[in-house]
Antibody
Framework: QVQLVQSGAEVKRPGASVKVSCKVS????????IHWVRQVPGKGLEWLGG????????IYAQKFQGRLTVTDDISSDTAYMELSSLRPEDTAVYYC???????????????WGQGTLVTVST | QSVLTQPASVSGSPGQSITISCTGT?????????VSWYQQHPGKAPRLIIY???NRPSGVSNHFSGSKSGNTASLTISGLQPEDEADYYC?????????FGTGTKVTVL
């Protein structure tokens, strides 16, 4: 049973970058396709991007292209999400999740990490 | 970047059935049989309860069911239970993204 454990809360200044980690256990990271989803407090879910298992390429939401980088460290079974040029509206809980099916991201995300609160404030 | 449209809230009494709609377009829900539904309790991560329109992951109660017609998907909760009170989100695959719905708060009266 795969489990995802994320790094702790972060507080950043506007203009800075944040890097959130997602440690995979129970499986190897190379067997998983990790995606990132965020949730502004009190608001809905928003997909950021991840690894598309259909072609093995990174795929990003258009809104975050140029600011978002998703990487994997296979040696430590840890995935990373880095968001740059932070602004106050990036304050949110950031979740990692893996694709429920190995071959496609179309069958949803399961399971999810516990979430990491990123606060952007002066 | 579009968002799928859900009603803001739905309520029902214990034992009743409720249905949550999720409206998209011909390029997302209407184009693929890849609609998922998530349940989220306050302060918790979302949990997948329906995938590929109608399928339930192992361990998910069969009082959750999904369907789709055209550009609209639906989640039905039959025999509403107090623990079903939560937020529910639909999601659709597209060739270049994954979309989420606006979310529906389910209240058990």
């Amino acid at each position: 049973q795969v489990q995802l454990v994320q790094s702790g809360a972060e507080v950043k200044r506007p203009g800075a970058s944040v890097k959130v980690s997602c440690k995979v256990s129970g499986h190897m990271l190379s067997e998983e396709s990790i995606h990132w989803v965020r949730q502004v407090p009190g608001k809905g879910l928003e997909w950021l991007g991840g690894l598309d298992p259909e072609d093995g390429k990174r795929i990003y939401a258009q809104k975050f292209q140029g600011r978002l980088t998703v990487t994997d460290d296979i040696s430590s079974d840890t995935a990373y999400m880095e968001l740059s040029s932070l602004r106050p509206e990036d304050t949110a809980v950031y979740y990692c999740a893996t694709t429920a099916a190995a071959a496609t991201r179309g069958s949803g995300f399961d399971p999810w990490g516990q979430g990491t609160l990123v606060t952007v404030s002066t | 970047q579009s968002v799928l449209t859900q009603p803001a809230s739905v309520s029902g009494s214990p034992g009743q059935s409720i249905t949550i709609s999720c409206t998209g377009t011909s390029t997302d829900i209407g184009a693929y049989n890849h609609v998922s539904w998530y349940q989220q309790h306050p302060g918790k991560a979302p949990r997948l309860i329906i995938y590929d329109v109608t399928n339930r992951p192992s361990g998910v109660s069969n009082h959750f069911s999904g369907s789709k017609s055209g550009n609209t998907a639906s989640l039905t909760i039959s025999g509403l239970q107090p623990e079903d009170e939560a937020d529910y989100y639909c999601s659709s695959y597209t060739s270049i993204s994954t979309l989420f719905g606006t979310g529906t708060k389910v209240t058990v009266l």
